[in-house]
């Protein structure tokens, strides 16, 4: 999803269920009498959580390949997965799109409204839990729903940040608060939603509101003391490399929100972070490159300073964010060998980068695109005749969605093969005019989702492309939309999940279907994990229908406007 701030339409919707900050520890019960002791997370652990058993971050590990290398489940006996256990359900109606994060036996996971709970993994015997007090200023500039996509995990603490721009640390045996920062004024423009990540000793975490204006940022924060380390704007200012890429005093307003949690490389020791849209839409009104937005960003983790830029779509006007996960992976191009990063973008093409230098290795359309033209000395070359102005409507594919929005895609290293989530869907679009004010949305441009003529009764799909050509190699279409992560596995399979309710797995190799769960309590919209806990291998996954398709996906969400709201978290296993 993204922070997509346009009105305070959802204000009502936003608002219903609000917690208190609370705090309880269940010290009593059998599960939670069988609970180990916490084991503190060190920096190797999450240098190699890549093998490790848990799910130490966001996307599994600093690769981002929301890749496990377990075998316990496989293609050939998927079909006997059950469920092991699930939540209680989670009477809030928004959209959950949390990627539980799993350290030993505990398990810990975020909820619409900034709620963290944790959980015995084995059990799902509830440990603790912390509900934050989001205040109503917040609400006012929050454009996609009030979720939270989960936390980080070091020392003894686990990390997450908040609606109100907060970061807090808490204790993560008891949820205890450990410290809470704030790092903006709630209200302005500004939110958060992502999951941060722990590099070096530091949390590392972005800012939303790119439809506000809002200045983006990434900042730095000691995991110890909270104490700030280093803070870098997206959007450079007039002094600093790119800032003649804008009109005159445009950066103040220039959106750039790096509102999905970026990857790492330890053995350059390089951050990648991506890069949100430019403000205002109407790219009239700000003529230039609008550096760094639309952008990857690879950074030194300990300093925030910009290494290198690789911008995906420039003087964006069609809201194509470059948030999406830059994945790590080794590939071998037309016979020669690289260290990359690929990303399935919003503006609809697939992106195979140098993430050594930040040069463009390939780029291929994986959906139907009618904004750009093709790739011509590394920029994307926009269709003219797409570009809407303030006297001129247009229609393109794909829509201000994307052709893959945040939900994260797999990648199978030992195969080199990207498993995509993807929308396929157009969009309607006209310039207005507009003018900046603090915490109002600054778009210059409606819009309307469109169905896409050149897929007929097709929303979604999973594909699964080769990242040594970038060439497809199979992919399952869906009269929905694909607005669900991919997880893959080292047992040949890719799991999904699917706005109907059901978690589903795939032969990596053929896409052929194997194993779908039984119908969940609502629609899914997360992202799969997978974990071992003495030996045994689980996969959980989310249920809670949300986020930006019913809000902003107009009559092509009629299909989806009844499904059951609220969250419950499900976890499956192999019969014993």
Same mark, same amino acid.
């Given at each position: 999803?993204?922070?997509?701030?346009?009105?305070?339409?959802?204000?009502?919707?936003?608002?219903?269920?609000?917690?208190?900050?609370?705090?309880?520890?269940?010290?009593?019960?059998?599960?939670?009498?069988?609970?180990?002791?916490?084991?503190?997370?060190?920096?190797?652990?999450?240098?190699?959580?890549?093998?490790?058993?848990?799910?130490?971050?966001?996307?599994?590990?600093?690769?981002?390949?929301?890749?496990?290398?377990?075998?316990?489940?496989?293609?050939?006996?998927?079909?006997?997965?059950? /469920?092991? #256990?699930? *939540?209680?359900? $989670?009477?809030? @109606?928004?959209?959950?799109?949390?990627?539980?994060?799993?350290? =030993?036996? %505990?398990?810990?996971?975020?909820?619409?409204?900034?709620?963290?709970?944790?959980?015995?993994?084995?059990?799902?015997?509830?440990?603790?839990?912390?509900?934050?007090?989001?205040?109503?200023?917040?609400?006012?500039?929050?454009?996609?729903?009030?979720?939270?996509?989960?936390?980080?995990?070091?020392?003894?603490?686990?990390?997450?940040?908040?609606?109100?721009?907060?970061?807090?640390?808490?204790?993560?045996?008891?949820?205890?608060?450990?410290?809470?920062?704030?790092?903006?004024?709630?209200?302005?423009?500004?939110?958060?939603?992502?999951?941060?990540?722990?590099?070096?000793?530091?949390?590392?975490?972005?800012?939303?509101?790119?439809?506000?204006?809002?200045?983006?940022?990434?900042?730095?924060?000691?995991?110890?003391?909270?104490? /700030?380390? #280093?803070? *870098?704007?997206? $959007?450079?200012? @007039?002094?600093?490399?790119?800032?003649?890429?804008?009109?005159? =005093?445009? %950066?103040?307003?220039?959106?750039?929100?790096?509102?999905?949690?970026?990857?790492?490389?330890?053995?350059?020791?390089?951050?990648?972070?991506?890069?949100?849209?430019?403000?205002?839409?109407?790219?009239?009104?700000?003529?230039?490159?609008?550096?760094?937005?639309?952008?990857?960003?690879?950074?030194?983790?300990?300093?925030?300073?910009?290494?290198?830029?690789?911008?995906?779509?420039?003087?964006?006007?069609?809201?194509?964010?470059?948030?999406?996960?830059?994945?790590?992976?080794?590939?071998?191009?037309?016979?020669?060998?690289?260290?990359?990063?690929?990303?399935?973008?919003?503006?609809?093409?697939?992106?195979?980068?140098?993430?050594?230098?930040?040069?463009?290795?390939?780029?291929?359309?994986?959906?139907?695109?009618?904004?750009?033209?093709?790739?011509?000395?590394?920029?994307?070359?926009?269709?003219?005749?797409?570009?809407?102005?303030?006297?001129?409507?247009?229609?393109?594919?794909?829509?201000?969605?994307?052709?893959?929005?945040?939900?994260?895609?797999?990648?199978?290293?030992?195969?080199?093969?990207?498993?995509?989530?993807?929308?396929?869907?157009?969009?309607?679009?006209?310039?207005?005019?507009?003018?900046?004010?603090?915490?109002?949305?600054?778009?210059?441009?409606?819009?309307?989702?469109?169905?896409?003529?050149?897929?007929?009764?097709?929303?979604?799909?999973?594909?699964?492309?080769?990242?040594?050509?970038?060439?497809?190699?199979?992919?399952?279409?869906?009269?929905?939309?694909?607005?669900?992560?991919?997880?893959?596995?080292?047992?040949?399979?890719?799991?999904?999940?699917?706005?109907?309710?059901?978690?589903?797995?795939?032969?990596?190799?053929?896409?052929?279907?194997?194993?779908?769960?039984?119908?969940?309590?609502?629609?899914?919209?997360?992202?799969?994990?997978?974990?071992?806990?003495?030996?045994?291998?689980?996969?959980?996954?989310?249920?809670?229908?949300?986020?930006?398709?019913?809000?902003?996906?107009?009559?092509?969400?009629?299909?989806?406007?009844?499904?059951?709201?609220?969250?419950?978290?499900?976890?499956?296993?192999?019969?014993?």
């Amino acid at each position: 999803m993204k922070h997509r701030s346009k009105s305070g339409l959802i204000n009502s919707l936003l608002m219903s269920g609000g917690a208190m900050a609370l705090t309880v520890a269940l010290g009593a019960g059998a599960a939670h009498a069988a609970q180990d002791a916490y084991v503190p997370v060190t920096a190797g652990d999450l240098t190699g959580a890549a093998s490790s058993d848990g799910w130490l971050m966001f996307n599994h590990d600093y690769t981002g390949r929301d890749y496990v290398p377990f075998t316990q489940i496989t293609t050939a006996n998927v079909s006997g997965l059950t /469920q092991v #256990w699930a *939540s209680d359900k $989670i009477d809030i @109606p928004n959209g959950f799109e949390d990627s539980p994060v799993i350290h =030993g036996d %505990y398990m810990f996971v975020t909820t619409p409204k900034d709620r963290v709970i944790a959980y015995n993994a084995v059990t799902g015997g509830k440990i603790w839990e912390y509900d934050y007090a989001v205040p109503a200023t917040a609400y006012k500039t929050v454009c996609c729903d009030t979720n939270n996509r989960g936390v980080a995990v070091y020392g003894s603490m686990v990390f997450f940040g908040t609606l109100d721009n907060h970061v807090v640390a808490l204790d993560a045996a008891t949820g205890s608060v450990v410290w809470n920062i704030s790092i903006e004024d709630p209200g302005v423009g500004y939110s958060i939603s992502e999951a941060p990540i722990v590099v070096n000793g530091n949390v590392i975490i972005a800012s939303g509101g790119g439809e506000y204006g809002a200045r983006g940022f990434i900042i730095a924060l000691d995991a110890k003391s909270g104490a /700030q380390k #280093w803070k *870098s704007y997206t $959007i450079p200012d @007039p002094t600093q490399p790119g800032g003649d890429t804008w009109p005159a =005093g445009m %950066y103040k307003t220039g959106g750039g929100a790096p509102w999905m949690t970026g990857t790492y490389d330890a053995d350059t020791n390089t951050l990648f972070w991506g890069v949100g849209n430019p403000g205002p839409w109407l790219a009239t009104m700000r003529p230039g490159k609008n550096l760094y937005t639309d952008s990857l960003l690879a950074l030194d983790p300990d300093t925030g300073a910009i290494k290198w830029y690789y911008q995906y779509t420039a003087n964006d006007t069609w809201d194509y964010d470059g948030v999406n996960t830059a994945q790590l992976a080794d590939i071998t191009y037309k016979g020669t060998a690289y260290k990359a990063v690929v990303e399935a973008n919003r503006n609809g093409y697939f992106y195979a980068i140098d993430r050594t230098n930040g040069k463009l290795i390939y780029a291929v359309p994986f959906t139907h695109d009618t904004s750009i033209l093709g790739i011509t000395n590394d920029e994307a070359v926009k269709n003219p005749a797409n570009e809407p102005t303030l006297d001129k409507s247009i229609f393109t594919c794909p829509s201000f969605l994307g052709g893959k929005n945040w939900w994260p895609g797999a990648v199978d290293p030992q195969s080199n093969t990207a498993f995509i989530p993807t929308l396929h869907a157009c969009m309607t679009m006209s310039g207005v005019p507009v003018s900046y004010a603090a915490g109002l949305p600054f778009l210059g441009e409606t819009f309307k989702m469109k169905a896409d003529p050149s897929a007929p009764g097709e929303l979604g799909s999973l594909q699964a492309l080769d990242i040594n050509t970038g060439k497809r190699i199979w992919q399952r279409k869906s009269p929905m939309p694909w607005d669900a992560g991919a997880l893959a596995t080292a047992g040949g399979l890719v799991f999904s999940g699917t706005p109907d309710g059901h978690l589903d797995a795939f032969s990596e190799k053929t896409g052929k279907l194997l194993w779908t769960s039984p119908e969940l309590s609502s629609g899914i919209i997360a992202n799969p994990v997978s974990y071992q806990v003495d030996g045994k291998q689980y996969v959980a996954i989310w249920a809670g229908w949300g986020g930006v398709w019913p809000l902003w996906a107009g009559p092509l969400a009629k299909a989806e406007a009844n499904i059951p709201r609220g969250g419950q978290l499900y976890v499956f296993s192999l019969g014993s």
